[in-house]
């Protein structure tokens, strides 16, 4: 009988799953003990302090919060809850850094474009893809004007820009230059002619053995040293040449890694067909190394997108340092775990969002070739 | 004849090939004239003057965090060394710290208990894609947030945890220390060969011998024996709360402890990537078939398992030390004081010699970058297949 109701709740699956992923020895049936208490301790903690115990835009009284001695925490000591009032105060600046308010929805038509041009390059099997990438062509001519401002919209300066605008144009802004800049490098990389090579040898090594915080400086002290008197970049622009140079270096070894994965057969076969070294190279080899190269190159954007809260240190505002100028004002000083928490969030949904695509891509791949 | 010329030169590969990098290394050298000559003439024009006579110059400046003795009055040169030790010994520290926590994040990726792989899991997604200086900038205002000095925490006996840093007790070397400490180093140099000549006499008679336990025995015992032997020659200065400050002991500032944190936390996340990698890589056969032998599971993985993943672990491993060496330089962000804060930083603003600095910082970064990627070459390969595999 026994045996028999075994049988049965071995069968079910779920009962199964159980027992051979938490308790399948004694040792691991203490690991899972330990496991949920840690889980129930951290968990509780965390959502009391951000969500159950936290004041959002009033405090406990129901009193609107404008100042940071109005959280509950300052009133009372006894609660210890999370006060999201600093980032209902500051949302303008995070999102659009200091933007003229009556011009924000010139931002806002940006960000809401963003994914139309983008969407084209990300997904090959999209209908109307033509259509999205030509639009992927005009989106920054067209992004620039609305930021920037030109005839007929008034002159934004990049001074103004902050926040996730500064963090998303120069995470976007600094791919899209990079990407051609780093197939040329990959490609003369693998070049025969020896200074050929060795210019994009000694370029990406040097990029990549110094660390990007270094590039920033040298742009923003040197680069007005360089150029003639009449030109002198803004900070923005300085920041963005950086970054450009810093990410071709690393995309340029992931389209390495992809021209280094194609067959010689493919060059030899192209080659009999008749067709040149750029015939050969724009039409057999660079779209299969792409495709190939494409998980790697994203993770080099997720590192970028990480990286451009470096600008911070060099007095740029971008989502960080509009963070710290908000703590660094009298009226919300302190409130360090709400900023910090919240502008984690903001980059590890977009971060983890490339991390999911470049799993995807990598799974297609494996089902496309076999 | 003439056409014969430009003829070859397009369609020949070899002619071709070399007008191409005649074009290509006349533009680099106009490009670099061109900018030289630009800055010369904007230098001039500023009055900045340039060349690297300001290293004998006094700094002017002081740095709290220090390795060796600096004060205010000391040149540019010795700024520039005492960061470019701050920057070694935070690289060093972080990456002993997260390759720690990489190998035991990474094994626990892999355990047989669901929630321990998950709770694993959230770790790495969380700290690898949330900036690394967002990271450390918040652990540092955790530390600050730590209690004021009259009110510090006291965690062991002599070990205090404040707002101002870690105090700690400090070790104070008495005569005859140094002969525990060569006790120490004959052990284990004595252990080594016990060690050669058992394996031998094992491999010659099959007889097992507890080289382990003769050998922890040997390297723990000799030194605990010499230091009663000396009269026990080392002795603790413990931190004592005095007024507004401690006195005696040692310690560990938050900027220090804010960038370990930060740094081997974010690196070991993807430490343990490559470690779950390279351990699923070693194929499942050869797990079975030492199995098959009848070894027991941890020497399945000392013996067979560990050796083979850490040849796939290697390369990424060396490419995550360049990273957490590179990210050092954030240090600038909490004051920290490296390479980039002090020298970088500070005499750039007080010299305003900024090409001069710049090119030394960047040059010693690539020496590190450099130097790493050579011991980690030699290392990897003395762990990857020998023959001819």
Known sequence: ?370 | MESYFVRKLIFDEKSRSLLIQTLVIGLFALFIYLIAQQTAYNLEKRGISSGFDFLNISAGYDISIRLIPFTSEDTHLRAYFVGLLNTLMIAVCGCFLATIMGFLVGVIRLSSNWLFRNIAYVYVEFTRNVPVLLQIILYYSILLHLPKIKQAIEIFDGFFLTNRGFFTPSPIFKEGFSIVLCSFIVAIIVSIFIKRILKKKQEQTGKQYPIFYINSALIILTPILFYYIMGRPLEFDTPVLKGFNFKGGMVIRPEFLGMLFGLSIYTAAFISETVRSGIIAVSKGQREASQALGLKNNLVMRLIVIPQALRVIIPPLTSQYLNLTKNSSLGIAIGYADLVHGFGGISLNQTGRAIEIMLMVMLTYLTISLTISLFMNIYNKSVQFKGNA
């Not at chain 1, 159980?18 to 690991?31: A, C, E, P």
């Not at chain 1, 999201?84 to 009556?102: K, L, T, V």
């Open chain 1, 1 to 370: 009988m026994t045996a028999f109701s075994n049988q049965s709740l071995m069968r079910n699956k779920y009962y199964s799953w159980i027992i051979k992923n938490l308790f399948s020895s004694w040792v691991n049936s203490l690991m899972t003990v330990v496991a949920i208490i840690f889980i129930y301790e951290v968990g509780t903690f965390f959502l009391n302090w951000a969500i159950f115990g936290a004041d959002f835009r009033t405090n406990f009284r129901g009193e609107l919060i404008t100042d940071r001695t109005l959280c509950s925490k300052n009133i009372s000591p006894g609660e210890f809850g999370a006060c999201w009032a600093i980032i209902y105060a500051r949302w303008d600046q995070f999102m659009y850094g200091f933007y003229p308010i009556e011009q924000v929805w010139r931002v806002n038509f940006v960000y809401v474009l963003l994914p139309l041009a983008i969407i084209g390059i990300l997904f090959d099997k999209l209908p109307f893809r033509k259509y999205f990438i030509y639009f992927t062509f005009i989106y920054p001519f067209l992004a620039y004007f609305m930021l920037y401002g030109g005839p007929g919209l008034s002159v934004v300066g990049t001074n103004k820009w902050g926040g996730l605008l500064v963090t998303l144009f120069l995470g976007v802004t600094g791919i899209g230059l990079a990407f051609p800049l780093s197939i040329v490098l990959a490609l003369g990389r693998r070049s025969k002619m020896p200074i050929v090579k060795s210019l994009c040898v000694v370029f990406i090594e040097f990029i990549r053995g110094v660390p990007l915080i270094t590039l920033l400086f040298t742009a923003n002290v040197m680069l007005p040293l360089f150029l003639p008197d009449g030109v002198n970049p803004d900070n923005l622009l300085r920041a963005l040449v950086a970054v450009t140079l810093f990410q071709s270096a690393y995309m340029a070894e992931a389209i390495r890694g992809g021209l280094q994965a194609i067959p010689r057969g493919q060059i030899e076969a192209a080659q009999s067909l008749g067709l040149n070294y750029w015939q050969t190279t724009r039409k057999i080899i660079l779209p299969q190394a792409l495709k190939i190269a494409i998980p790697p190159i994203v993770n080099t954007c997720i590192g970028l997108f990480k990286d451009t809260s470096l600008v911070l240190i060099i007095g740029l505002f971008d989502l960080l340092g509009i963070g710290r100028a908000a703590l660094a004002d009298m009226t919300w000083t302190k409130l360090y775990y709400e900023v910090y928490v919240f502008i984690s969030l903001v980059f590890f949904i977009f971060c983890f969002g490339m991390s999911r695509y470049s799993l995807y891509l990598e799974k297609k791949l494996k089902t496309d070739n076999s």
